[in-house]
C-alpha cells in the first residue's frame, strides 16, 4: 500500500477542492438556480435567455470537474483560476456584498495553489500536460503555497465572518432553523470569532487550530436551508485550502523523508535544532 507524501496530501486536497468547485457550480447550472439572472444581466442578459444559458455553463463546468477527477490538465486549473475569480466578482458586481466575493476565495485559491506547489515540474510547463502527483516538494515551492494558502484561508473566514455581521439572510435562517432564539445576536457573535480567527490565521497560524477551522468550515456548510449538499459540494475550495494549509504546516515540525531535496533538508534540520535549543 502506498503512503502519501506530505506534498501529495496537499496535492490532492487541492485536486479534489478544485473538482468540487466546478461540480458544484455546474449542479447549480443544471439546476437554473434563479439567482443566477442577477449574474447574466451583468452582462445585459435578460432572465429567458439567462434560463436557457444556465444548463451550458453548468455542463461546461460538471466536464471540467471530472476531467481534474480523471485526467488534470494544467489548462482546467488555469481556467479555474479566471473562470473562480470571476464567477466570485460577479456577486458584488450584481448589487450583493463584497464580502460575497471575499469568501469564495477558495473556489480560486485552490487551483493557484495547486499550480504554485507544482510550478517547478518541467512537464507542467505546457498547458495540455497533467499534473500529476510525482513530484518532490522544494523549501520554494513550500513558503510560496503556505503564504498562498493562509491569505485564502484568511480570506475565507474573513469573508464568512463579514456577511455574519452584515446579517446575511441565509445564515440567519440557518440560526433560526437550528433553534436559537435570537438569530441575529448569534451571526454576530459567530461572525465576530470568525473574524479573529482569521486574523489568527494570518499573523501567526497553528496547525490544531487550522485543523478545528477546517471542523468547523465542513460542518457549517451543510446547515444551509436550500440545497444543502449542493452548496457543500460547491465550497470544496474553502475545505481544500483550509485542509492543505494544515498538511503544509507539518512539514516545518519534523524531518520529512519524503521531501528529499537537500536544501529543504537542511532548513528542516537548523529548525529542528533550533527548537530544541
Keep these: 500500500?502506498?503512503?502519501?507524501?506530505?506534498e501529495n496530501k496537499i496535492y490532492y486536497s487541492l485536486r479534489i477542492a478544485a473538482a468540487m468547485c466546478f461540480i458544484g457550480h455546474g449542479?447549480?447550472?443544471?439546476?437554473?438556480?434563479?439567482?443566477?439572472?442577477?449574474?447574466?444581466?451583468?452582462?445585459?442578459?435578460?432572465?429567458?435567455?439567462?434560463?436557457?444559458?444556465?444548463?451550458?455553463?453548468?455542463?461546461?463546468d460538471i466536464l471540467c470537474g471530472t476531467i481534474i477527477l480523471l485526467y488534470p490538465?494544467?489548462?482546467?486549473?488555469v481556467w479555474l483560476v479566471v473562470w473562480g475569480t470571476i464567477t466570485a466578482l460577479l456577486r458584488p458586481l450584481s448589487g450583493e456584498p463584497f464580502a460575497e466575493f471575499i469568501e469564495r476565495?477558495?473556489?480560486?485559491?485552490?487551483?493557484l495553489a495547486l499550480l504554485i506547489l507544482t510550478s517547478n515540474i518541467r512537464k507542467t510547463k505546457t498547458l495540455l500536460s497533467p499534473v500529476n502527483a510525482s513530484f518532490k516538494l522544494s523549501e520554494r515551492n513550500?513558503?510560496?503555497?503556505?503564504?498562498?494558502?493562509?491569505?485564502?484561508?484568511?480570506?475565507?473566514?474573513?469573508?464568512?465572518?463579514?456577511?455574519?455581521?452584515s446579517g446575511k439572510k441565509d445564515l440567519l435562517d440557518q440560526y433560526k432553523f437550528l433553534g436559537f432564539a435570537n438569530p441575529a445576536?448569534?451571526?454576530?457573535?459567530?461572525?465576530?470569532?470568525?473574524?479573529?480567527?482569521?486574523?489568527?490565521?494570518?499573523?501567526?497560524?497553528?496547525?490544531?487550530?487550522?485543523l478545528l477551522l477546517f471542523v468547523w468550515k465542513v460542518t457549517s456548510e451543510l446547515l444551509y436551508p436550500h440545497y444543502e449538499l449542493f452548496e457543500w459540494i460547491e465550497r470544496g475550495g474553502s475545505y481544500g485550502c483550509i485542509a492543505a494549509l494544515w498538511f503544509?504546516?507539518?512539514?516545518?515540525?519534523?524531518?520529512?523523508?519524503?521531501?528529499?531535496?537537500?536544501?529543504?533538508?537542511?532548513?528542516?534540520?537548523?529548525?529542528?535544532?533550533?527548537?530544541?535549543?
Excluded at 73 to 77: E, G, K, T, W
Excluded at 145 to 161: K, N, Q, T
Aim: charged content about 15%; hydrophobic content about 50%; glycine content about 8%.
Design 1 to 6: 500500500m502506498r503512503v502519501l507524501t506530505v
Design 27 to 60: 449542479i447549480f447550472g443544471i439546476l437554473t438556480k434563479p439567482v443566477w439572472c442577477n449574474y447574466f444581466g451583468v452582462f445585459g442578459i435578460d432572465h429567458a435567455m439567462s434560463y436557457n444559458l444556465m444548463p451550458i455553463v453548468g455542463t461546461i
Design 105 to 111: 476565495a477558495g473556489n480560486f485559491g485552490a487551483p
Design 73 to 77: 490538465l494544467r489548462a482546467i486549473f
Design 248 to 277: 503544509a504546516l507539518h512539514v516545518p515540525g519534523a524531518i520529512k523523508k519524503s521531501i528529499t531535496l537537500k536544501p529543504v533538508k537542511r532548513y528542516l534540520i537548523t529548525k529542528s535544532k533550533a527548537y530544541t535549543k
Design 185 to 210: 445576536e448569534t451571526a454576530q457573535i459567530i461572525g465576530s470569532s470568525e473574524i479573529i480567527a482569521a486574523f489568527i490565521v494570518l499573523i501567526r497560524p497553528m496547525r490544531h487550530f487550522i
Design 142 to 165: 513550500l513558503q510560496r503555497v503556505i503564504y498562498c494558502l493562509r491569505i485564502m484561508v484568511f480570506l475565507i473566514i474573513a469573508g464568512h465572518g463579514w456577511l455574519n455581521l
